[in-house]
């Protein structure tokens, strides 16, 4: 039994993992980007992990598996953030149908 | 116009996967393990989500594009061997996957350290 | 000095979990290393232990952050792949202002953190003096800072206050 509910998590995380990467080829700017893959691709590979918990079982290699979620969910938004911030201050520039870049505003106050 | 690419792409994405799922592929493992079947023909649908992320990094207009992408195909990297550890049976495969993700995050920090212009001493 | 006893016992449960099931030889090396990991790097992680005391923080960590937190990560991918997968890609972006009265960087940390698994939104980045957070959001609904405020940051303010301050 817990290995089908473990292959239905494989599969729904194989699906968002293509989501995500199709995000990556389609969306027009980088900022779009990183929301779509980072989103997309850590849940997908969290639930293949969660996945392949359930089918190997509180072994050694499933409890190794339940600390790479832990420490992907903690690890993948700091860097999303780090290279947002790092984009935007090498002047990367937004998309042209963006409608509003306070940060840009706010950056060009101070200096 | 955009219709009609979204069209085509949606066709050939969609005739890639079922020609995986239902095809079947020459595996890498051995064929009298659980779940081989549907397992060794999805890897090949991971190997397609890596592709198209290659594509990202071949063609990206910016270098912050090709950091995203090279982010992102660690983090899928790590879903890669979760999968090889059922499908294989080694449990060593997820040590790999464990130390990808600590390398592949720290990397990604150095990148865009690098991309920011600044020294890394902050 | 209290800090690095709570690291030392963090490592030591990291170390046991990482070399299941346990036998008396790992966990005799474990405790060195991580007295050492606790000895080099004890006050950079935990600067405020006496708040890992109170047993409420957690049960409001466990009970009410995580499942809420859960639950907008999943509304988030069904959106993506939603926009992702829409022909005529309904995206809107830019980035806002939002304003936050939170001050522990902990709290600051997953907030932000967040604020990124949520639906459309990414933290570009933080200005801690004036608590002011800059969110890139996919799909603008409001301009004003304190409109934006209140659709984005007011579903974790309130609990993140609860469990870290």
């Known amino acids: ?111 | 116009m955009k219709r009609a690419t979204w069209l085509i792409g949606a066709v050939i994405l969609v005739s890639i996967i079922t020609l995986i799922l239902l095809r079947p592929f020459p595996f890498l493992f051995y064929p009298d393990l659980p779940y081989i079947g549907f397992l060794g023909r999805a890897l090949y649908i991971v190997i397609l989500a890596c592709i198209l992320c290659l594509y990202r990094i071949w063609r990206g207009p910016t270098g912050a594009d090709r950091i995203v992408a090279i982010d992102i195909l660690g983090i899928m990297i790590v879903g890669l061997c979760a999968i090889l550890t059922v499908s294989t049976g080694r449990s060593w495969y997820i040590d790999i996957g464990i130390a990808w993700a600590l390398q592949s995050f720290i990397s990604t920090l150095a990148l865009s350290k690098y991309l920011e212009g600044r020294g890394f001493d902050e | 000095m209290k800090s690095k006893i709570v690291l030392f016992l963090v490592a030591y449960l990291v170390w046991a979990l990482l070399n299941w099931a346990p036998d008396w030889q790992h966990l005799l090396v474990g405790i060195f290393i991580a007295w050492f990991v606790a000895f080099m790097t004890g006050d950079l992680f935990i600067t405020r232990p006496h708040i890992l005391k109170h047993p409420q923080r957690y049960w409001y960590f466990l009970v009410e952050y995580l499942p809420k937190f859960l639950w907008e990560c999943l509304k988030a991918n069904v959106d993506v792949a939603y926009r992702v997968l829409h022909p005529d890609l309904p995206i809107n972006p830019g980035i806002v202002k939002v304003k936050t009265t939170l001050k522990a960087d902990t709290a600051l940390t997953f907030l932000a953190n967040s604020i990124t698994l949520t639906p459309g939104t990414l933290s570009v980045d933080i200005d801690r003096d004036n608590g002011v957070l800059y969110v890139h959001w996919i799909d603008v609904k409001e301009k004003d800072v304190e409109a934006a405020t209140k659709i984005i940051v007011e579903r974790f303010e309130k609990m993140l206050r609860k469990v870290f301050e």
């Open chain 1, 1 to 111: 039994m817990s290995n089908i509910i473990g292959l239905i998590f494989i599969s729904i995380g194989f699906a968002f993992d293509v989501f995500g990467c199709l995000g990556l080829v389609r969306l027009p700017d980088v900022y779009n980007r990183l929301q779509a893959a980072t989103k997309c691709v850590t849940l997908g590979t969290c639930s293949i992990l969660f996945g392949t918990f359930l089918i190997v079982g509180l072994t050694s290699a499933g409890i190794k598996a339940l600390l790479c979620i832990i420490f992907l969910i903690l690890t993948s938004p700091v860097a999303a953030h780090a290279i947002a911030r790092g984009a935007h201050r090498a002047g990367v520039k937004l998309w042209e149908g963006s409608v509003i870049d306070r940060y840009a505003e706010d950056k060009e106050g101070e200096a």
